[in-house]
């Protein structure tokens, strides 16, 4: 991370904690819905088949920054079906760097060439070992670490939400993550109980055995993109929601948070680390202070 960025965010970090203020500073825009997998824990893929024109993306990124977002991510459905016309994802990461996001990543399935070397990061889904994962997500595996091998910056990073099916698989992964050329860490999250994924949902038993797990593997050299003060209350789901400094954007709607924030009684079961991680941070929590500028500096 440049200087100067690391001054801006820390400035933005005191004025919210002292002044209580909830202008946001992560900004996600949706780029489609349409996705080219049908993964078993998804709810957000094909509800519309919809993949949105430049124009209109462009305008949901100005409007973003204006409202003070600089951390942007591109999400999908499946980021790199994105295109209209020449224009093509890499032309958008690029162009929110011109326009003045200090970090930009991008969260992908990895079933396409991983080309991308302008994005910070790009958070790519890795759901366990070979059989686990294929079960989530189908036959796509091989494909995936073949474009891991064949990719052209060391920009990526695993991200794993775990549920019931691949619980057990979080030392593969980590592991993977730390012997895997071009990946630089691995993220966490536990599944969020959608009404149509409840089956999913991990137990707060399981949950502590899974932050152990993680934990174990930092110790052990592990790099993970996630803060170990933060799995207490990811454990107990006892961290405030929603998250008022980041933003998603979809199709011109705007939500705090998450576009979850309509389905009812979901955030009391929000599974998203970067939820607890935030607003924990934002609360002035310093524990979550102090490792989060070790993990940022470390990563990013
Ligand atoms: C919706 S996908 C979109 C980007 C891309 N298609 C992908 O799979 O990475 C973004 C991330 O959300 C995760 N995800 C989807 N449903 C989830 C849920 N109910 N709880 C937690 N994570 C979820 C996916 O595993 C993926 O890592
Ligand atoms: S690849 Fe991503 S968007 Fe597509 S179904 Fe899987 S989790 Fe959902
Ligand atoms: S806190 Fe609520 S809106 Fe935010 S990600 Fe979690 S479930 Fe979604």
């Not at 162009?95 to 996001?101: D, I, L, V």
């Not at 091989?142 to 910056?153: E, L």
């Not at 199709?251 to 705090?256: L, Q």
Request: proline share 4%; hydrophobic share 40%.
């Amino acid at each position: 991370m440049k200087p100067s960025s690391f001054l801006y965010f820390a400035r933005f970090g005191i004025k919210t904690i002292l002044f209580r203020k909830k202008t946001p500073i992560l900004g996600t825009v949706i780029l489609t819905d349409k996705c080219n997998l049908s993964c078993k824990h998804c709810s957000v893929n094909n509800k519309n088949a919809v993949i949105h024109p430049y124009n209109q993306i462009k305008s949901e990124m100005k409007l973003l920054y204006n409202m003070g977002v600089r951390i942007l991510f591109f999400c999908g459905g499946e980021t790199f079906l994105w295109q209209d016309g020449s224009k093509t994802l890499r032309q958008l990461v690029i162009e929110a760097k011109e326009m003045g996001f200090l970090i930009v990543n991008v969260v992908t399935n990895g079933t396409f060439k991983l080309d991308l070397p302008e994005a910070d990061l790009i958070l790519l889904s890795l759901d366990g070992n070979k059989e686990k994962h294929n079960q989530i997500r189908g036959d796509t595996y091989d494909r995936i670490i073949d474009n891991i091998k064949n990719a052209t910056a060391d920009n990526i990073c695993f991200y794993m939400a775990v549920n019931q099916i691949n619980k057990d698989t979080i030392r593969h992964v980590c592991t993977l993550a730390k012997e895997t050329g071009h990946v630089r860490a691995v993220s966490f999250n536990f599944h969020t109980p959608y009404p149509d994924t409840q089956n999913l949902a991990l137990s707060r038993e399981e949950k502590q055995t899974c932050c152990n797990v993680i934990a174990e593997m930092m110790n052990q050299g592990v790099p993970v993109f996630n803060l170990k003060s933060a799995f207490p209350y990811l454990i107990d789901n006892k961290f405030p929601t929603p998250c008022h400094q980041c933003v998603v954007i979809e199709n011109g709607k705007i939500s705090t948070c998450g576009r979850c924030i309509d389905v009812p009684g979901l955030c009391e079961k929000c599974g998203y680390f970067f939820v607890a991680e935030y607003t924990l941070l934002f609360q002035g929590n310093v524990k979550i202070m102090a490792e989060m500028l070790k993990t940022y500096l470390k990563y990013i």
